[in-house]
């Protein structure tokens, strides 16, 4: 196990092709790892019978016989489930392959599962109602994140090297921060989306993975990118991002800052997390000063919330159109969501999104000044579970107004203020990047006094991703972080009742 979890994808792939070990061992080694640390309830399906069925047979591509494990959220593998943390789709079957899961099966990848989501994707934490909460490896009490949490528990516990993840509003990046592993949110249209969708959230959310190392995730988005016909953008990278990875970043100008952008507490960890980094950067070479971003980021989060309620609220309707879903099969925070989705007047919804240009040419402004900005990934340690919860007052009185239908009023109240602080408080930092779409990658340089994984978060523009890697890989060498992650592995994990998961059939 301890050679298992040691390796990267790349370096699993290049053991496979040696003849030093087959896709089935491979595979056998992941499903142990899985049901030893089946505490974390990082996966929702199984597909274990599917995958030995696989790894027996001929695989080819770059990495023939590696396991791999599925978001499940957006990530459909043809005949089975995505059920997006929600009940309400919990067993309503997707007719094909989503084009990044075509794309890694004709890698070679083989999957063996999906991991766990909060309902829809809509939070930065990762327990859902349907299923229960997904926990940290590092420490089982504190959160992994969301929405990619269990794709990020599963790599940070050594069941997968890598695994695939989805970002719309730091997706990626906050569980990377939680769990003390690498996350790269690549730009918008770099990775299509189909082909049941063209782009997600207006092209905010993007396919990608988190991973154990830098060289993996360069890896698999040069497998992601690449023109879908039927889609909206091009779709090409500027050359392999394998290779930019591999070269030397030269003499960077960053700017940083630690305020958060809503003008919400910041942990001093948080703080502690990037000065760590900037005395790093500066022994590297790299020039770092203090910056603002000059983006009005408490309008931008309003703007980003403004879309994001609309969507669940399209959401929510497109369940109940595919399964006759009714509230019971919903989370109470989710109905409210749709309900302000709903109440947002179209000319409302489309001022909100015309103002997404007024923020990337802020942010294109600042990157004429500088390549990179630094911030903190999170603006604090990664919760404790149940940390979050709306009180039970508070979901009281939603269901009442669910119940009349005057949910949507709220929305003519301060509560959207008082949304953007308590959801996006604790992570203020990363919708900036999905918004003006551009790449920003978290980087596991640091952990709190308590043990616990703080990254920080680095902000390219558009088309920085082999800047970022490049970074990214010269910060890896300096300061490895798989050796922590390969000795937290080895910790015996506690005895906690089995994580609920689904079988996938055979066929």
Known sequence: MQDYTAHDAVGLAELVAKGEVTPTELLEAALARADARADLNALVLRMDELARERAAGPLTGPFAG???????????????????????????????????????????????????????????????AFGGPTRNPWNPAHTPGGSSGGAAAAVAAGIVPVAGASDGGGSIRIPAACCGIFGLKPSRGLVPEGPDVAERLHGAAVTGVVSRTVRDTAAMLDLLTGQDPTGPYLGASPGSLAEAARREPGRLRIGVSTASPLGTPVAPEAVAAVDDAVALLGELGHEVEEASSGVDERALASDFLTMWFAVVATQVADARALTGATDADFETDTLVMAALGRATSAPTYVAAHDRWNVHTRRLAA??????????????????????????????????VLLRTRTAGLLGRT???????????????????????????????????????????????????????????????RARPWLPALVANTMQQPPDPPSARTVSAPTS
């Open 414 to 476: 301060p509560l959207v203020d008082s949304l953007v602080d308590a959801n996006l408080g604790p992570v203020p930092y990363t919708q900036l990047a999905n918004v003006t779409g551009r790449p920003a990658m978290s980087v596991p340089l640091y952990r709190t006094p308590e043990g616990l994984p703080l990254g920080v978060q680095f902000v390219g523009p558009l088309g920085g991703e082999g800047t970022l890697l490049a970074l990214a890989t010269q910060l890896e």
């Open 66 to 128: 590696v396991p791999f494990l599925l978001k499940d959220l957006g990530q459909h593998y043809a005949c089975l489930p995505t059920a997006t943390g929600s009940r309400s789709l919990a067993h309503y079957p997707r007719p094909d392959h989503a084009l990044a899961v075509q794309r890694w099966l004709d890698a070679g990848l083989v999957v063996f599962g999906k991991t766990a989501t909060p309902e829809f994707g809509a939070k930065g934490i990762t327990e859902p």
């Open 366 to 399: 600042f990157h004429e000044r500088y390549d990179l900005l630094l911030t903190p990934t999170l603006a604090r340690p990664p919760m404790r579970i149940g940390e979050s919860a709306t009180p039970a007052a508070v979901t009281a009185v939603a269901k």
